[in-house]
C-alpha cells in the first residue's frame, strides 16, 4: 500500500506557472505506476498524466500537451507536474494516482490509490 500527498497549488495568474509534488510514502514507490487527475467544479475528474514506475515513459493528455510535464524521481519518492502557460480553465483540484499496472500510464484507468488533491486556481 502507499500513501500520497500533494502540494504546489495555489492561486497564479493566467500564463504562469506551477509545479505539483505528489510525496508516497513506502518503500514500493519505485514500483508504481503513478498519474495526475484533475476535477473542476461541476465536471467528471480527468485524466491529465501518467508516468511508468521506472520513469522511462510519459503520456500527456493533448489538452494540456507542450504545457504540462509528468517527471518522478524514485529517489525522492516523488512524482511532479510541472504546469506552464497556465490558463483559466486548468482551474481545477488536481490529485495524484497510483497503480501496479504498467498501461495506467496512457489508459488513466487502473489506479489504485490517490492523494487528497490540492486546489489549483488560475485567475484570468
Known amino acids: 500500500q502507499v500513501q500520497l500527498v500533494e502540494s504546489g497549488g495555489g492561486l497564479v495568474q493566467a500564463g504562469g506557472s506551477l509545479r505539483l509534488s505528489c510525496a508516497a510514502s513506502?518503500?514500493?514507490?519505485?514500483?508504481?505506476?503513478m498519474g495526475w487527475f484533475r476535477q473542476a467544479p461541476g465536471k467528471e475528474r480527468e485524466f491529465v498524466a501518467g508516468?511508468?514506475?521506472?520513469?522511462?515513459?510519459?503520456f500527456i493528455v493533448d489538452s494540456v500537451k507542450g504545457r504540462f510535464t509528468i517527471s518522478r524521481d524514485n529517489a525522492k519518492n516523488t512524482v511532479y507536474l510541472q504546469m506552464n502557460s497556465l490558463r483559466p480553465e486548468d482551474t481545477a483540484i488536481y490529485y495524484c494516482a497510483a497503480a501496479l499496472g504498467r498501461l495506467a500510464y496512457t489508459r488513466g484507468s487502473g489506479f489504485d490509490y490517490w492523494g487528497q488533491g490540492t486546489q489549483v486556481t488560475i485567475s484570468s
Open positions: 513506502g518503500r514500493t514507490f519505485s514500483t508504481y505506476t
Open positions: 508516468i511508468t514506475s521506472g520513469g522511462g515513459n510519459a
